[in-house]
């Protein structure tokens, strides 16, 4: 499998400050891959190393193949990005904005091709209207066009849902699979937002104070004994006792008056549910609660801010 | 880079912030013009009232010349600061939209962006700097005619020939680009520490305003390092307008009575530019954009 970037100790410390701790992963050809951390786990700091826009204190970036030290100019020829909001210039129009950057990237695209770029973002009606009459949602697509208009191999994408509604976010999302599986660019993006990663990366790195907590493909990350079921019954204690008669009682993580959860196999599951309706036990809800979001708070759970809630 | 200072020049002429200059010159040029027009006798007897009994005065004193001479008197003073609503937002505007990081990102060295920016930023100079040539030499020149310049100053009257004042101007406008574009690097410098624009343009036109006074001050203190200022060397294009004096302490047309002074202070004033952008260029080249 080709690298398409390869990190390796990168270190950032900013006065007294070390933002990025001996951090390495590797990117390769195609991947979607989530980059996940907590606000202030070092996520931009990695990002805008990647892009020239900090440099490192020690480590090095290879993208391509090539050093990015000594081949920036060849590298970002063929990465597109969108850092954190993509605040554009508010008094030109999305297609004069296009124009100039794709001038910038020192590409020659016609005027075509700058129209059928704003469509595939979906603002080709709203053109020529100035950005500052652009929603968020809007202009975050328009800086999504503007990472694409020199047709780059790597897109790398911080935050890019930061401060979208929910159609924004569908429609950021919709956007990075379809550049992925219709296009084979290769994505890195940036999330606190681990639903969404999870809808869409195949492979993720999590980092927690600058320093790598994990990495791999996400169906590796989630092994199936991992996997919780929450379960609300019309009487939980006499449930309780149905499950413990029944082999289950190890598989019973927590027990309150809202509900049960067991932490069980995949497979195990409709026997389970078979089981509960041979009892005649009243299921008012099964509910998965194998996620991303519980795996993030698993391994991060050590700095936690603040305590969860319980009612 | 021509490609780079086309986008820059795009950006700077798309923005109304921009005209905000144009306008204002537009405004002081024409409120001198007229109130020269409705009152200008009774200005000239002003200006001459301690020689009128030694004088005769042939001709039209009151021409293109002397109202353009008079406009350039007032706004080559001001001007700077509208060079530095510009200058000064070059960088640090960029930072304040956000946009900064974006330009970083694509395939261009920081030199040349910050070559590019500075470039457009003197260009805007020399376009305002035309602009108030067309405004103070040429519709002067057009309504009230041309004739013979007096110079009046404290210690001395110097007076310029119809036909000898023409190419002064364009010396003395030559000269006030490398003024403007002086101004224009020292916003420049300042723009690339800060994130919004306000501190840079601030900070430029405080160092302008206490540098002039400075070396308006007739302190003995100052006077012995006001040649160090760059601002004692903007008032430079003045020495365009006075002649060469022969034996008899006769005038001698066609010529300028100082000029290696007058080189050496645009000298001192290009070698402030190259400090300013070549500080820029090395800190920026450093910097962390964080914006």
């Not at chain 1, 082999?247 to 027990?255: C, E, F, L, Q």
């Not at chain 2, 109130?35 to 039209?60: C, E, L, R, T």
Request: glycine share 6%; aromatic share 10%; net charge neutral.
């Amino acid at each position: 499998m080709e690298s398409i970037i390869k990190v390796t100790h990168l270190t950032k410390v900013f006065k007294e400050v070390t933002a990025v701790n001996d951090l390495s992963f590797t990117v390769q050809k195609g991947d979607v891959y989530g980059f996940l951390g907590q606000n202030g786990a070092g996520k931009s700091t990695t990002i805008r190393m990647l892009l020239t826009l900090i440099t490192a204190t020690e480590g090095h970036i290879e993208i391509f193949g090539y050093d990015l030290n000594k081949h920036r100019k060849k590298i970002l020829s063929n990465v597109g990005a969108v850092i954190e909001r993509p605040d554009l210039y508010k008094y030109l129009t999305a297609f004069e904005t296009l124009q100039l950057f794709a001038k910038m990237s020192e590409v020659k695209i016609g005027r075509q091709q700058l129209m059928e770029q704003l469509e595939m973002v979906g603002l080709a009606q709203r053109a020529h209207s100035k950005v500052r009459t652009y929603s968020q949602g809007m202009k975050q697509r328009l800086g999504l066009a503007v990472a694409l208009v020199h047709n780059p191999e790597l897109i790398i994408l911080d935050e890019p849902t930061n401060g979208l509604d929910p159609q924004g976010i569908a429609d950021i999302r919709n956007l990075i699979l379809m550049l992925s599986q219709k296009m084979n660019k290769t994505i890195l993006v940036s999330s606190h937002l681990l639903s969404e990663i999870e809808q869409i990366a195949n492979r993720m790195l999590i980092i927690d104070k600058g320093k790598k907590l994990v990495e791999g493909s996400v169906n590796e990350l989630f092994s199936p004994d991992d996997t919780m079921i929450f379960l609300e019954t019309a009487d939980n204690i006499i449930c309780v006792n149905v499950l413990r008669a029944n082999g289950y009682a190890s598989n019973i993580t927590s027990v309150d008056e809202k509900g049960i959860e067991l932490k069980l196999r995949k497979e195990q599951v409709p026997a389970l549910t078979r089981m509960l309706i041979e009892n005649n036990t009243e299921i008012l809800g099964i509910t998965p609660r194998h996620s991303l979001e519980d795996y993030f708070l698993k391994i991060t759970t050590a700095n936690q801010h603040v305590e969860p809630f319980k009612n | 880079m021509w490609s780079l200072l086309k986008i820059e020049l795009f950006k700077v002429f798309k923005r109304p912030r921009t005209y905000i200059a144009f306008i204002a010159v537009w405004a002081i040029v024409t409120l001198i013009q007229v109130a020269i027009y409705v009152d200008g006798p009774k200005y000239m007897d002003f200006v001459m009232k301690d020689i009128k009994d030694n004088f005769d005065v042939i001709g039209n004193p009151l021409n293109g010349y002397f109202v353009c001479f008079l406009i350039l008197q007032t706004l080559l003073i001001h001007v700077p600061l509208l060079v530095a609503l510009v200058s000064a937002d070059m960088v640090a505007g960029e930072a304040n939209m956000g946009t900064l990081r974006l330009l970083i990102t694509k395939p261009i060295s920081r030199t040349k962006l910050l070559l590019s920016k500075f470039i457009a930023s003197s260009v805007y100079a020399i376009i305002l700097l035309i602009w108030i040539a067309i405004l103070g030499l040429f519709v002067s020149m057009l309504v009230f005619g041309t004739d013979g310049l007096m110079n009046v100053k404290s210690y001395e009257i110097i007076i310029l020939n119809g036909n000898d004042i023409f190419w002064r101007y364009i010396c003395a406008f030559g000269y006030a680009a490398i003024a403007l574009i002086t101004v224009a690097a020292l916003g420049f410098f300042f723009s690339i520490f800060a994130e919004n624009s306000l501190g840079p343009i601030v900070a430029t036109m405080s160092v302008i305003i206490v540098f002039t006074i400075l070396t308006t001050l007739d302190i003995p203190l100052f006077q012995s390092v006001k040649h160090l200022f760059f601002t004692s060397h903007m008032i430079g294009w003045k020495g365009f307008f006075e002649m060469k004096l022969d034996a008899d302490g006769v005038s001698i047309p066609g010529t300028i009575r100082n000029l290696p002074a007058v080189l050496r202070s645009a000298g001192i004033l290009f070698l402030h530019i190259v400090l300013f952008t070549g500080g820029s260029i090395f800190i920026f080249n450093r910097k962390d954009v964080l914006s």
